[in-house]
């Protein structure tokens, strides 16, 4: 397929991506695509610490609208809505790929790991801020808009150690539901897409997490996933990234509530 057929997908689209980390992330390679399929885009960044990394990226991409947005507070929320709307009357959707629970909540046994602050923040970073993102952009979005988010694993099956953040994103997939449910009658669709295992710097973290005793070296035991797929490869972000372009384009005009899983057949045996 030629490239100019291919960006027919999102031509004359306008998508906000939220939560980018860094240029190997699943985000970013949505973030790719999109824009090679005809995009245009706009970035958040959490503070100035992490505007660099960002502000790089969307310069590779063709796109100077960055915007601090810290989803932990609803004042930067609407701030960064309304900086956005000086550039943008309206928009087509946006990417939420932002989760995070304190490291002392994600080693060791569950019920010894967990405290309430900690499960408060895992949820209101990881599931609330979805919700208070999309509560800010309603007004801004056209018919058709596409609202997507990033999920995992851990939300249907404990894993060690992922603890309060398999909760947190089963919240997340719940949160997609009742997004759709109040969205829908906009013509706003609300869609998760749950990669599994993807080879991103963020895996080794994961791997880090679970490995406990059976630890091995990354190397090999990225092999013996990639044997475990029945696809027989460990997935890439390019592989999320056209699902995410999939349901972000009018091809997908009649989905919505959907958690789809990008894992190759594999859950983590």
């Known amino acids: 397929m030629k490239i100019g057929a291919v960006k027919i997908m999102l031509q004359n689209k306008k998508i906000l991506i939220a939560g980018l980390a860094n240029k190997h992330s699943i985000a970013a390679g949505i973030a790719q695509a999109m824009h090679a399929q005809g995009a245009e885009l706009a970035f958040t960044y959490q503070s100035e610490r992490l505007k660099g990394n960002v502000e790089k990226i969307a310069a590779e ?3 100077d609208l960055l915007f601090e947005c810290d989803v932990a507070s609803d004042e930067s929320i609407a701030n960064m809505y309304q900086e956005l709307s000086a550039k943008w009357e309206s928009f087509d959707g946006f990417v939420h790929s932002i989760g995070f629970a304190p490291a002392n909540e994600l080693e060791g046994n569950f019920v010894d790991a967990a405290t309430r602050e900690g499960f408060q923040i895992a949820h209101d970073i990881s599931s609330y801020s979805f919700t208070a993102m ?33 909760l947190a994103k089963a919240s997340l997939e719940a949160n997609t539901r009742f997004l759709a449910a109040a969205m829908g009658p906009d013509g706003i669709r609300v869609n998760a897409i749950s990669p599994r295992v993807i080879d991103t710097p963020m895996w080794k973290t994961v791997y880090d997490l679970f490995a406990g005793a059976e630890r091995k070296e990354i190397g090999q035991k990225k092999r013996e996933v990639g044997e475990a797929v029945p696809l027989g490869y460990m997935g890439k972000p390019s592989d999320v990234a056209r699902v995410a372009v999939s349901l972000a384009s009018n091809q997908s005009n009649y989905i919505t509530a959907q958690t789809k899983s990008v894992d190759g057949g594999n859950v983590l045996r």
């Open 61 to 63: 991409l063709g796109s």
């Open 134 to 166: 999309a509560k800010g952009a309603k007004p801004m979005l056209n018919e058709n808009a596409a609202l997507l988010t990033l999920t995992y694993l851990g939300s249907m099956q404990s894993l060690p150690n992922y603890n309060v953040m398999g």
